[in-house]
């Protein structure tokens, strides 16, 4: 399937440190987005990245993209205790449905 | 202003009972969504709405039925609820299509006893 894998499933850092999650799929994509979600409340964009785009900056997000690799990363730089959350991506296939498909999600604890 | 809401937020009720979830988008989106969240919180996409039509449709038992009566709504109604039917379920809504950011509500979650 095209579902997506996030690395690594559970995150813990100290405030103020910077977290840095994977996420791999397996078939060409025409965009990758990022999700996060607070515990308890639905998903949230963050930033969506284009096939022929290789890194994409949000405020204190990073994102990179490979292709050649089928892989993304998220940076979250001198995170905060608001930061605690799950990360997901999601990508949609170069010639599949208007749809998306999520990742397994990491989880992100910081510790104040 | 909450841009997609979903009622109930939660839904407790016993296997064999038919129940609803409402949703509503206020952003003037053309697209909505419904996904389920398991356990695990693996998400997937039951079906998706295109100004009214319906564009997704994955393998979901057809107790399961969406209506959409205009671009703003998406209803989703279950028939006959079995214990594995117990999982949050999201609304969301996009503008041009599936591969656009999309929006979600807070979910409903459901348990079925």
């Not at chain 1, 994102?63 to 959350?85: G, N």
């Amino acid at each position: 399937s095209q579902q997506g894998e996030e690395d690594p499933q559970a995150l813990s850092i100290q405030e103020g440190e910077n977290a840095t999650m994977n996420c791999s799929y397996k078939t060409s994509i025409n965009n990758l987005q990022w999700y996060r979600q607070n515990s308890g409340r639905g998903l949230v964009h963050l930033i969506l990245i284009r096939s022929n785009e290789r890194e994409k900056h949000s405020g204190r997000l990073r994102v990179t993209l490979d292709t050649s690799k089928k892989s993304s990363s998220l940076l979250i730089t001198a995170s905060r205790a608001a930061d605690t959350a799950s990360y997901f991506c999601a990508t949609d296939w170069n010639f599949g449905n208007e749809k998306l498909t999520f990742g397994t999600g990491t989880r992100l604890t910081i510790i104040p | 202003d909450t841009a997609v809401s979903q009622t109930p937020k939660y839904l407790v009720t016993q296997m064999g009972n038919d129940k609803s979830i409402k949703c509503e988008q206020n952003l003037g989106h053309d697209t909505m969504y419904w996904y389920k969240q398991d356990s695990k919180k693996f998400l997937k996409i039951m079906f998706s709405y295109n100004n009214k039509e319906l564009i997704i449709n994955e393998t979901v038992p057809n107790r399961f039925s969406p209506k959409s009566p205009d671009k703003a709504h998406l209803n989703l109604h279950i028939n006959s609820l079995e214990l594995g039917d117990s999982a949050v379920y999201f609304c969301a809504s996009s503008q041009g299509g599936g591969k656009q950011p999309q929006h979600f509500g807070d979910g409903t979650r459901l348990s079925i006893l």
